[in-house]
């Protein structure tokens, strides 16, 4: 059990019982060597057996005569050989070929002993929860997520009153009333992620009430605010809220009386107007994740004063404040605890200040996508905990700072979209071992290291759009083994594409070369979504390309000679946009167009086509064709007529 957050997971130390689950199933495990089950469970179990649907054969193990507390998924009593538990949650990869399905029969209930059953990540899309469950009466650990149930969550499982773990999230489940919940009397972990409980009105009533309740998950559950203001008692034991995704309006103000809670989440819940005023009620508080909201002004002081304040997270809302009130007043309360602040995409301005570099235990700082201006500070480079750095889409100028090059812990740097201006070293990246996505592009930036520079790095993605690289191809490129996406687009090449960049080991998801001087041709690109070569100067057949390849971007070039090959290859159907305008394209536009079902915008225009439209090409059904300025005559082809 993890608690969601975008970058780490909340400690669970609190939850005990969670965290003897594995414990006591590897434990028994092993005690079970030489242990026999009891005959009657071991015949439930089969009964059990014949009626699912196995397609991949999980419970081959589960034969007549056999013993039982040797069976995969099978734990039994370390002293009676009782079953014990039931571990039969599908693997999610392969999921169809490994999930089980069918009917649950009710042998289940001659296991008097069984404390805990898991069938989730199943396919069990026929039929509802079968309330046999409700009458399973030593479970304290049930487990039914995404296990592809549907219609009323039958109220008998308010019966289950020694239930510690109730999980039945991501299922097609509904519920008019939580009151069945309220029979729960042991239950501390509860999560109906996903359930339709638009008609539980007595949902908040009951749940937060509840006397052992430490963990709560009411994601997407359709609630709306709830007009009644319920006391609760301060000595409440609620930990962990997640409301999010929801429609509520305004945070419901009952929560402030819940003074345990240690985490809240109400990311994408339709929250407007300012935070309130009464978070410094809630003096544990760890994590605060409103993100994706509306929520507008500045934050309240009684945000700021959470001692205990890990995760802050505000991003997408319209809130307007100076960032360095913002690093000021958290650095009274918060300086050795946050870790996580995310406040992207709102109206944030003001200068980045030398405060930023007293939070050292930060690990992941978001401010893209704002309105902050001036330097990056140096005392950045104190942050030795620091991962994640995106302060992208601002008004950052100055030059980059050299002290990003002492950050060892670093894997995400993004700085893109700003007006910084001068040189980068490679002392800049000296450190940087860890780094796995450098998002920079729309810079001032110029970079030419020495030709036999190593980088410390291996980068999934690299975005450098704009910088000055020099005349020739980046070197240190063919060190990067593991790069799926590179934007080196717009940075002055005027050179050869070199033949070790083209047979790189690694297989390309993006490349981005638009607008440089490469020169030459190009027969083949192992790129398998996006490719744009555009305004260069190659001069070659168009190149052959992956049957994956979704856009393909080729214009204002000398590409010359016929498009049969390229348009007549069967294999190429997932093709959504093809660009080869302003180009030496000769002879016909073939008509094997039947297979380009997805194609939605091409452009073909100024090149030295000949010949008619072939109708072939109106059952593509484009919402952009360009065909201008070639030699082309005859009709416009019926066929479209329906684009």
């Known amino acids: 059990m993890a608690i969601a957050t975008m970058t780490t997971a909340l400690p669970i130390s609190f939850f005990p019982f969670l965290l003897l689950v594995p414990a006591i199933f590897f434990t028994i495990c092993h005690a079970n060597s030489n242990l026999l089950c009891v005959p009657s469970e071991r015949e439930a179990l089969l009964k059990f057996k014949n009626h699912l649907i196995d397609p991949s054969n999980r419970l081959s193990s589960w034969v007549e005569g056999g013993d039982c507390c040797k069976w995969i998924g099978v734990v039994c009593h370390n002293l009676t050989g009782h079953v014990h538990q039931l571990h039969l949650a599908a693997p999610l990869s392969p999921y169809e070929q490994s999930a089980l399905g069918g009917k649950i029969n009710p042998s289940l209930l001659e296991l008097n002993h069984l404390s805990t059953l898991d069938l989730s990540n199943n396919n069990f899309s026929s039929i509802h929860i079968p309330k046999l469950f409700g009458l399973l009466e030593s479970l304290t650990y049930l487990n039914l997520s995404r296990a592809q149930f549907q219609g009323a969550i039958p109220h008998n499982l308010g019966n289950l009153s020694k239930l510690q773990y109730l999980d039945l999230r991501g299922n097609d489940l509904i519920s008019e009333s939580l009151q069945w919940v309220s029979g729960l009397s042991s239950l501390q972990y509860l999560d109906l992620s996903y359930a339709n409980l638009s008609k539980a009105t007595d949902w908040l009533q009951v749940t937060f009430k509840h006397p052992s309740l430490l963990e709560l998950h009411l994601s997407t559950c359709i609630l709306e605010d709830d007009p009644h203001l319920i006391s609760v008692n301060s000595s409440k034991s609620l930990a962990v809220l997640d409301l999010s995704w929801n429609s509520l309006s305004s945070v419901p103000k009952s929560i402030f009386s819940l003074h345990g809670l240690v985490s809240i989440d109400l990311r994408f819940s339709s929250l407007d107007g300012p935070i309130p005023d009464y978070f410094g009620n809630i003096s544990f508080l760890e994590v605060l994740d409103l993100h994706q909201n509306s929520i507008n002004s500045s934050i309240p002081n009684s945000v700021f004063c959470l001692n205990h304040l890990r995760f802050l997270h505000l991003s997408s809302n319209k809130i307007q404040q100076d960032i360095s009130e913002i690093l000021q007043s958290l650095s009274r309360c918060c300086l050795g605890s946050l870790e996580s602040l995310n406040m992207a995409d709102n109206q944030l301005s003001g200068h980045l200040t030398c405060q930023l570099g007293q939070f050292k235990n930060l690990s992941y700082l978001s401010l893209a996508q704002n309105n902050i201006s001036g330097p990056i500070p140096s005392s950045i480079g104190e942050l030795s905990s620091l991962k994640y750095f995106d302060v992208s889409e ?27 201006e001068g040189v980068v070293i490679e002392t800049h990246f000296s450190e940087l071992t860890r780094l796995t996505t450098l998002k920079a592009s729309h810079n001032r930036l110029r970079f030419e290291p020495n030709s036999s520079w190593i980088p410390p790095f291996q980068c999934q993605i690299i975005e450098l759009g704009h910088w000055h690289l020099g005349s020739k191809f980046p070197l240190w490129l063919k060190f990067q083994k593991e790069l799926s996406s590179l934007d080196i687009s717009h940075v002055g090449i005027s050179y050869v594409m070199p033949t070790w960049f083209v047979n790189l080991p690694t297989q390309l998801e993006y490349l981005n070369l638009f607008y440089n001087q490469l020169t030459g041709g190009i027969s083949y690109l192992n790129v398998t979504n996006s490719i744009d070569l555009s305004s260069n100067r190659f001069t070659c057949p168009v190149p052959r390309v992956l049957s994956t390849l979704r856009y393909l971007f080729l214009s204002n070039n000398s590409f010359s000679g016929s498009l049969s090959e390229l348009i007549c290859n069967p294999s190429l159907k997932e093709m959504v946009a093809l660009y080869i305008d302003i180009n030496l394209l000769i002879g ?17 225009g100024n090149n030295n086509l000949t010949g008619k439209i072939p109708p072939t090409l109106g059952y593509t059904n484009p919402c952009m064709l360009n065909l201008r300025n070639n030699s082309m005559f005859g009709e416009l082809p019926s066929t479209l007529r329906n684009s």
């Open 588 to 604: 016909e536009i073939p008509y094997c167009w039947n297979h380009w079902e997805n194609l939605a915008y091409l452009n073909l």
């Open 394 to 420: 601002n008004q950052l100028n100055g030059t980059f700072p050299l002290c990003f090059g002492q950050l060892e812990s670093l894997e995400t740097l993004d700085f893109g979209y700003n007006l910084l």
